[in-house]
């Protein structure tokens, strides 16, 4: 049965993410007694704060995104959500190292006929084969 849905990095990833996300806010708050004795412009202390919320908003997408098969749409949520429809499709490569499945997702290059790239990502290849099969489906019978 191909699968409909599934998280989008694998575990391991995920993990690591929560990891380095922790270990940078526990940083931070070491570094606390440090930072008061600074003498903060506006330009640093925006670009400071800034950069926290980007490394929690990223880390927050990577545990929390989902990639998901329905219909002939295949959608990734993410910082924005990324939707790709079969029938927009005009190449497609599915990267995917079995050896390596634990750090590094598998993912699909897509290649829309508009000539936009979108990199979707699902930790269960099979996710990103049903897909590939749909767009075959979709472009039809080739002629000679």
Do not use: Y
């Not at 990199?119 to 590939?132: E, I, N, Q, R």
């Amino acid at each position: 049965m191909t699968p409909s849905e599934s998280a989008a990095f694998p575990p391991l990833v995920r993990a690591l993410a929560v990891l380095i996300v922790a270990a940078l806010a526990a940083f931070a708050l070491w570094s606390l007694p440090a930072l008061r004795g600074v003498e903060w412009s506006f330009a640093s202390l925006s670009t400071f704060a800034l950069a926290g919320v980007l490394i929690a908003w990223v880390g927050w997408w990577m545990v929390f995104s989902r990639t998901r098969f329905a219909g002939d749409e295949l959608v990734q949520t993410w910082l924005w959500d990324k939707h790709v429809k079969a029938h927009e499709v005009a190449t497609f490569k599915i990267v995917h190292w079995p050896w390596l499945r634990a750090i590094v997702s598998p993912r699909m290059l897509v290649r829309r006929r508009n000539g936009s790239i979108t990199w979707v990502h699902a930790a269960d290849p099979a996710l990103l084969a049903a897909f590939g099969e749909a767009v075959v489906r979709a472009q039809g019978p080739r002629q000679p």
